[in-house]
């Protein structure tokens, strides 16, 4: 089942080769925060979920950049979420094989887990899937783009190269979501500075591991503990 997901939405977008030279901008936090609290600013952060809850198809890769990394400062954050509904979902997401029976409830669970936290990764490649199975082409599209233009939003930060230049993320979840889109299994996961260090089998990959700065997850965990 999770090979069928994940060709669906590598099917349906074009993501950037893993070890392509890419321009990439890290996210400027402090600049980012003002931006998301200025009620003047296209970046507004009550406007920019507004339009995302309401599927706009029109928002920028600047707008999502601000979106995704603009949660880190509302109050909701949690690097250590999990969904509410992730049992239930995980009896789905391991069956060989869905019934059309089970095509709304499982539209509903993510659904739900959404509105809990609207960049689960996992949940939205698997809801664009769900719609796909069930013929509802419009919402699959809808959803693929969420998830195409987060995703996007994470590739720009950095190039994964070394700490410095590491992939932005929000969810220790979302580095393994990367991979496994991409195809890549890591052996290992060590702790470098402020970044996961996911390291590969030696010589497999033209990389033999990549870097994830979680700077914020770690204050997040460090605020929690106060």
Not at 80 to 87: K, V
């Amino acid at each position: 089942m999770i090979r069928k997901i994940v060709l669906f939405v590598s099917l349906l977008i074009n993501f950037i080769a893993f070890s392509q030279e890419l321009e990439f901008k890290a996210p400027d936090y402090k600049q980012i925060e003002k931006e998301i609290q200025d009620k003047k600013s296209a970046f507004y952060y009550p406007n920019l979920m507004d339009r995302f809850a309401k599927n706009d198809t029109l928002m920028t890769p600047d707008e999502f950049h601000h979106l995704y990394f603009g949660y880190v400062f509302q109050p909701k954050y949690n690097a250590f979420w999990s969904s509410p509904d992730e049992t239930k979902l995980n009896e789905y997401y391991n069956k060989e094989k869905l019934n059309t029976a089970d095509y709304d409830e499982i539209i509903k669970l993510a659904n739900h887990t959404l509105v809990d936290f609207p960049f689960d990764l996992k949940q939205l490649n698997y809801l664009a899937y769900i719609y796909h199975l069930k013929g509802d082409v419009e919402a699959a599209k809808i959803t693929s783009y969420k998830f195409h233009n987060i995703m996007n939003a994470i590739l720009a930060s950095g190039d994964g190269k070394k700490c410095e230049t590491g992939f932005h993320v929000l969810l220790v979840e979302h580095e393994y979501i990367i991979l496994n889109l991409f195809e890549i299994e890591s052996k290992g996961q060590s702790l470098v500075g402020n970044c996961d260090y996911l390291s590969f089998e030696k010589g497999k990959y033209k990389v033999d591991g990549v870097y994830f700065n979680i700077e914020k997850m770690l204050e997040n965990e460090r605020k929690s503990l106060h």
